[in-house]
């Protein structure tokens, strides 16, 4: 029997891999700093652990076969944790990033782009079976964006409406995590995915209002302006390389497009109109 460990499994795809490994009935594990915070079903096993703190991987690793990464610790903490973690596992499924894709969107300066790196280093110079995963946008982006304002009113202030992206649901991340997990054939590749429509920022903010059926009015703010308004949902770092990425793909680029979630699963990849009526509550206006 395939057993799973789930590193990062409180966080927006971490999650999906725990629920859709528990309901095709996988043997699975999630780790987390506060299992009696992470709120996932009751039979599923939660077993603390810290990235940090290499020690605490012994126990959530013993009886392991297969691994899912999301890294959400500091670089210094990758080599003592990975000694831990590739000398027990036979199968690693990374969550990495398309930094290695050919196209604007995804080639901008970003401090996570060398943390991925040197996880990928270290996992393929070992005897593990590894996959990597390369989602781009994620649909749930628009929580952080846009949900705050929509909440409070029908104005949508942000920068570059006509930059187009394909955004992603994470349950198809997930599925194509999934897939690698628990089937051969996937070792050695590096997926690279997208969700399967081409939508600009004004578009997607417009599929929102049909979900949530509210009239949205998309008002665009320039680049200074985004620095100073943005600074309210996001680090200064991060919004420097959104703008950097925006202003570079909004010239004649467009959206990178991928088939991979469908070639993986032999599912179609969810439209972002399905994901946003599936996150209708969390857009309705409060007063």
């Not at 810290?50 to 392991?64: F, K, Q, W, Y």
């Not at 050695?188 to 004004?202: A, D």
Request: hydrophobic residues 45%.
């Amino acid at each position: 029997m395939n057993r799973v460990l789930v590193i990062g499994a409180t966080g927006t795809v971490g999650r999906e891999v725990v629920l859709q490994l528990a309901a095709q009935n996988v043997a699975v594990r999630a780790m987390a700093r506060n299992p009696q915070a992470a709120a996932l079903p009751a039979h599923v096993e939660v077993v603390q652990g810290d990235l940090t703190v290499p020690e605490t991987l012994d126990r959530c690793l013993a009886g392991i076969d297969s691994i899912f990464l999301v890294w959400t610790a500091p670089p210094a903490a990758i080599a003592p944790a990975l000694e831990r973690i590739l000398k027990r596992e036979r199968r690693i499924v990374f969550l990495s990033s398309p930094y290695k894709t050919y196209h604007p969107m995804f080639q901008q300066p970003n401090p996570a782009r060398g943390i991925h790196a040197q996880i990928e280093q270290a996992i393929e110079s070992s005897c593990i079976e590894w996959t990597f995963l390369r989602p781009g946008m994620f649909a749930t982006n628009a929580l952080t964006w846009w949900a705050p304002q929509i909440r409070k009113g029908n104005v949508v202030r942000w920068p570059f409406a006509s930059v187009p992206t394909a955004p992603i649901d994470p349950r198809d991340i997930a599925a194509v995590a999934v897939r690698s997990l628990c089937e051969d054939g996937h070792s050695g590749n590096e997926y690279v995915m997208t969700g399967p429509q081409s939508l600009s920022h004004s578009e997607q903010v417009q599929t929102i209002a049909q979900a949530i059926n509210r009239s949205l009015h998309f008002e665009e703010i320039s680049p200074d302006e985004a620095r100073s308004e943005l600074l309210a949902i996001m680090p200064a770092p991060a919004i420097e390389m959104l703008l950097s990425a925006w202003a570079t793909a909004a010239v004649g680029h467009p959206a990178f497009m991928a088939s991979t979630v469908a070639e993986v699963t032999g599912n179609p990849p969810r439209a972002f109109i399905d994901w946003a009526r599936d996150h209708t509550a969390e857009f309705r206006l409060r007063t």
